[in-house]
C-alpha cells in the first residue's frame, strides 16, 4: 500500500475563504488507484511553513509521497518549489519535466509552471499546479512511473528492466 500526503499551499485556503478543489482532485486520483490518504492539510504560503509541513509529512508521518499542490507560478507569494528544494536531499527533475511536457499539449503557459520533485529520506515530494485541471493532468502523468519509483525507494522493487 503506497502512503500520501497532500499539501495545498493557499493564503486564502488557509484562512477558509477558498474550497480546497486541487486537493481533493489528488485525493480522488489516488485512491481510486488503491492508495491511502494519510494525512490533508491546507497551509498558508509562507516557505518555513510548507518546509515544516514537507518535513513533518516524510519524516514523522512517513509516508512514501508527498504531492503539493499551489504555489508554482510566478507570484512572489508562489514559493513551494522553494520549499522544496530546500528539504529535498536528491532531484527527480523527470517529474516536472515530463509533467510540463504533456501539459505544454494542452497551453503554452505550462513553460510558466516552476514546479520541482526530489526525494526526502523515503519520501518522494512532487509539487502540481493550485487548480484542478492542471493537477489532473499533471498526476495522470507523474502516475504512470512513480509506483515503479516508490517501490525502488522503498526496496520492494522486483525487476527494473523491460525485457527485450
Known amino acids: 500500500m503506497i502512503t500520501v500526503g497532500v499539501i495545498t499551499a493557499s493564503d486564502k485556503g488557509s484562512r477558509g475563504e477558498r474550497e480546497d478543489l486541487s486537493g481533493q482532485v489528488i485525493k480522488n486520483m489516488v ?13 498558508p504560503d509562507e516557505q518555513k511553513i510548507i518546509e515544516a509541513k514537507l518535513i513533518e509529512y516524510a519524516d514523522e508521518c512517513k509516508v512514501d509521497v508527498i504531492f503539493t499542490t499551489g504555489g508554482t507560478g510566478f507570484s512572489p507569494r508562489d514559493v513551494t518549489p522553494e520549499a522544496t528544494l530546500a528539504v529535498v536531499e536528491r532531484l527527480t527533475p523527470g517529474i516536472p519535466e515530463a509533467m510540463r511536457l504533456e501539459s505544454l499539449k494542452v497551453t503554452p503557459r505550462a513553460m510558466l509552471s516552476r514546479a520541482a520533485a526530489g526525494i526526502r529520506g523515503k519520501t518522494v515530494i512532487i509539487n502540481l499546479p493550485g487548480s484542478p485541471k492542471g493537477v489532473k493532468e499533471c498526476l495522470t502523468v507523474a502516475l504512470q512511473s512513480l509506483e515503479h519509483g516508490i517501490e525502488i525507494l522503498k526496496g520492494t522493487a522486483e525487476e527494473c528492466a523491460q525485457p527485450i
Open 31 to 43: 485512491e481510486e488507484i488503491g492508495w491511502e490518504v494519510r494525512i490533508m492539510e491546507i497551509v
